[in-house]
Nanobody, 119 residues
Framework: QVQLVESGGGLVQAGESLRLSCAAS????????MGWFRQAPGKEREFVAS????????NYADSVKGRFTISGDRPKNMVYLQMNSLKYEDTALYYC????????????WGQGTQVTISS
């Protein structure tokens, strides 16, 4: 089993920045990639960003490209999401997730951390 715990959420004004952290514990050696997702009230959960451990390749949703940066520290089992130039529409519950293989879905999920942007 893998446990994921997010932190760093909060209430900020539009244009400001936040940095989310995700701490992984347990069977983290099985980790192939990690990602961030978010879910706004009344909306479906959506992909935000991901990082693959083997080569560090990152992917981003179009809505956050150029503003958000995902990074990770594999030895520390940590993943981060630096969010700059935040917009009101970035308001959501942000989840960290882990997948154990290239053909696997995201198997493990954290509880989420709330990000609220005031306009």
């Amino acid at each position: 089993q893998v446990q994921l715990v997010e932190s760093g959420g909060g209430l900020v004004q539009a244009g400001e920045s936040l940095r989310l952290s995700c701490a992984a514990s347990g069977r983290t050696f099985s980790s192939y990639a990690m990602g961030w997702f978010r879910q706004a009230p009344g909306k479906e959960r959506e992909f935000v960003a991901s990082i693959k451990w083997s080569d560090g390749v990152t992917n981003y949703a179009d809505s956050v490209k150029g503003r958000f940066t995902i990074s990770g520290d594999r030895p520390k089992n940590m993943v981060y999401l630096q969010m700059n130039s935040l917009k009101y529409e970035d308001t959501a519950l942000y989840y960290c997730a882990l997948r154990t293989g290239p053909l696997r879905p995201y198997d493990y999920w954290g509880q989420g951390t709330q990000v609220t942007i005031s306009s």
